[in-house]
């Protein structure tokens, strides 16, 4: 059932067994897992259905350290969350991502890969993709489909092809909302936001929540169980700034909630690789699935290197116009279901340079042998280092229901730059060794440069992250807050470290998996 709180009554009182708050990915995808079940679960979500500017602006901060994007945007309040806006790239972690690895400090999960298979088979049916064996890369199949992929032939114990699945992209709030809305024991409130704990004299236990609609009501939910479900940067807001009936937060209590802020760090056109053999750029354009390079984890020990995919674009001889650039990554971005922010530059670009695009098209669809590649353009993405002083804290002002409002403080360290340099030269030897051609470096040599080729991945993690000692992380192995009994914690905060996979599907497999565990808590 779908209720608007802007119709409640002041003091209302609500009461279930598991609170909810958010309905994005991980929200949702919990509160899922109870329906037809005798748990009674309410959700609430900070926006309606659809977006709403207002709402919205409670998602506004500052940005002190790295630039970052409008926080306003990063994040959508509405009935499904970020999968709103989400590209829908899915790809598990590797299993290194979370080993101890003696090079990283603060690496290592509370529990390996094997611990989250079982739920990433069961993700996979969540976001209607195919079966979690499907991300095991068959080279003589991708051979058939990608024949030019696999001419680079690196040596497989050092470079591995990684497959990465497209879900649709799933957006939660229209594939989910009549299930929720027929559910007999799941009630979704829209509107509502929260703005107060109630505890106990200690402050271990949460027996209430008091939540505001804008320019509306307050009233109170009661449950047994409840679970932040927000985003990385909101839920460290929301245990950093959110009071109890004393005056207290969650945050204030431990200091490590709002740190170890990580990004996925990519860095464009870091290098360009001339082939050894000349191919048809025909031999690069199946989409039948997307392919990155990745260093297996035998590499990636022996060099030191964090975790990091490798995109390697084919480029034609001859550079192309400014508006056959922009047919491309209008096109990319579109089959990636989404619009770029400069739309309307990259409209206007390829209607000045409208012969050579018509050209460019005619050539690709009757033509496609005609081109040859003449270079790869090489970038990649990166794992991020654990970094206690990337953050997320409060700041000074508040928003329309006066909880403070963030300060992002994103920050990279010198491990984060000195993998870049040992990373590129690592993948320099790899293709000399594997006669695929050479490669041209444009960076400088010690990467002072690096911050001309950074951009961010809209990839939020780390703030609450896991582990079982609580002077080492903001919630315990089984995503429950150190120090309070019955608060529990969803989505790419709990992360320890990044890995190099875009996070939605790591988040959807932990989300199922607190469900199993909430269940057995409530028998």
């Not at 799933?170 to 936001?193: H, I, K, M, P, S």
């Not at 679970?227 to 460290?236: H, K, R, S």
């Not at 001889?317 to 922009?326: E, F, K, L, R, T």
């Not at 047919?327 to 089959?335: E, W």
Request: hydrophobic letters at 40%; proline letters at 5%.
């Amino acid at each position: 059932m779908l209720v608007d709180a802007r119709t409640l009554s002041a003091g209302t009182v609500v009461t279930c067994d598991v609170a909810i708050i958010g309905a994005g990915a991980a929200g949702i995808t919990i509160a899922r897992e109870f329906i037809d079940t005798r748990t009674e679960v309410c959700v609430f979500e900070s926006g309606g259905t659809d977006y709403s500017a207002e709402t919205q602006m409670l998602a506004q901060g500052g940005n002190v350290g790295l630039p970052y994007f409008d926080l306003r945007a990063e994040r959508i309040r509405a009935l499904g969350g970020c999968t709103g806006h989400w590209g829908g790239d899915c790809r598990p972690l590797d299993p290194i991502d979370f080993a101890t690895r003696e090079w990283l400090h603060d690496s290592g999960w509370p529990f390996g890969l094997e611990t989250l298979k079982p739920y990433y088979e069961r993700a996979t049916q969540v976001l209607r993709i195919k079966p979690y064996a499907t991300y095991d890369v068959d080279r003589s199949q991708v051979q058939s489909q990608r024949p030019g992929l696999t001419s680079l032939r690196f040596a497989e114990d050092a470079v591995e092809l990684r497959r990465w699945q497209q879900s649709g992209p799933l957006r939660f709030g229209e594939a989910f909302r009549d299930e929720l809305e027929r559910a007999a024991n799941v009630t979704v409130y829209l509107n509502a936001n929260l703005v107060r704990f109630g505890t106990n004299d200690e402050g271990s236990v949460i027996d209430s929540i008091e939540l505001a609609v804008l320019q509306g009501p307050r009233f109170t939910a009661r449950a047994r169980l409840f679970i932040l479900a927000t985003g990385t940067i909101e839920n460290a807001r929301l245990l950093l700034g959110v009071p109890d009936g004393k005056g207290r937060t969650f945050g204030a209590r431990n200091d490590l909630i709002g740190r170890y802020f990580q990004e996925h760090p990519a860095f464009s056109e870091l290098a360009m690789l001339v082939p050894a053999e000349r191919r048809p750029l025909s031999d690069f354009r199946d989409e039948v699935d997307m392919l990155s390079f990745g260093f297996t984890e035998a590499m990636q020990r022996r060099h030191e290197l964090l975790n990091s995919n490798f995109f390697i674009e084919p480029r034609r001889i001859g550079a192309d116009p400014a508006g056959v650039v922009s047919l491309r990554r209008l096109s990319g971005a579109i089959r990636a279901g989404r619009l770029p922010d400069d739309l309307f530059e990259h409209i206007s670009r390829i209607l000045a340079d409208f012969p050579a695009v018509t050209d460019y098209t005619y050539r690709r669809i009757f033509k496609p042998t005609s081109d040859v590649v003449g270079y790869f353009e090489i970038g990649f993405a990166a794992e991020q280092a654990p970094n206690p002083d990337s953050r997320v804290r409060l700041g000074d002002e508040v928003d329309a229901l006066g909880i403070p409002r963030v300060e992002l403080d994103w920050q990279l360290a010198d491990i984060d730059r000195e993998n870049i340099v040992r990373t590129m030269n690592a993948l320099v030897q790899e293709v000399g060794k594997a006669g695929l051609g050479r490669i041209k470096l444009l960076f400088a040599e010690d990467a002072s440069d690096w911050r001309e080729h950074l951009v961010a991945s809209h990839h939020q993690m780390g703030t609450t992250r896991m582990h079982p000692d609580p002077k080492r992380g903001g919630v315990d192995e089984n995503c429950r807050t150190h120090g309070v009994a019955n608060l529990y914690v969803a989505g790419g905060s709990v992360f320890p470290t990044s890995g190099a996979s875009s996070p939605t599907f790591t988040i959807v497999a932990l989300a199922l998996r607190l469900a199993d565990h909430l269940k057995e808590k409530l028998a």
